[in-house]
């Protein structure tokens, strides 16, 4: 069922304007209005789901084959020479709108993005404990 509250559940039934870039059956692909880089995209199921613990796994399966011809596309049509995929779920993780929803985002050799962290190798006895947690 649509949420009347959402913005991108608004998108789908065409209550608000978005430019759309691909459709099928189950998604929709949209240009991101704050663009990271050229063709910054994002991809949604048309059915509402909030984020990645409640997504039907089809509808994720549709979506991820959605993000794959974009990221095609982005290569071939726009010139990428690669292409970053991108789900937040949660605020924690940086989640703003609470559709499911993937970002692809083309990415071009010296493009101003770069990543907000700097690894560090890690504890090894912390790692395989997080693991075992992991695996549980
Ligand atoms: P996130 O922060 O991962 O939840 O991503 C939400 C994304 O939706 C952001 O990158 C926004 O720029 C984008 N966004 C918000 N409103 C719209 C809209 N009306 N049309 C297109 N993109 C939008
Ligand atoms: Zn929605």
């Excluded at 959402?6 to 998108?11: A, S, T, V």
């Excluded at 991101?32 to 409640?54: E, M, S």
């Excluded at 039907?56 to 071939?76: F, I, K």
């Amino acid at each position: 069922m649509p949420n009347t509250d959402c913005l991108f559940c608004k998108i789908v039934a065409d209550d608000i304007p978005a430019i759309r870039v691909a459709e099928d059956e189950r998604t929709l692909a949209f240009m991101d209005i704050n663009p990271w880089t050229r063709g910054h995209a994002l991809v949604i199921p048309k059915t509402h789901a909030t984020d990645l613990y409640t997504i039907d796994p089809d509808d994720l399966s549709a979506c991820a084959l959605t993000a794959q011809r974009l990221a095609e596309r982005a290569r071939d049509n726009l010139g990428a020479q690669g292409v970053n995929l991108l789900n937040s779920c949660g605020s924690a993780a940086w989640q703003t709108v609470f559709h499911f929803h993937l970002h692809v985002i083309p990415r071009y050799l010296g493009d101003p993005l770069t990543v907000p962290i700097t690894a560090q190798p890690g504890d090894i006895a912390e790692i395989t404990a997080a693991a075992q947690e992991l695996r549980a």
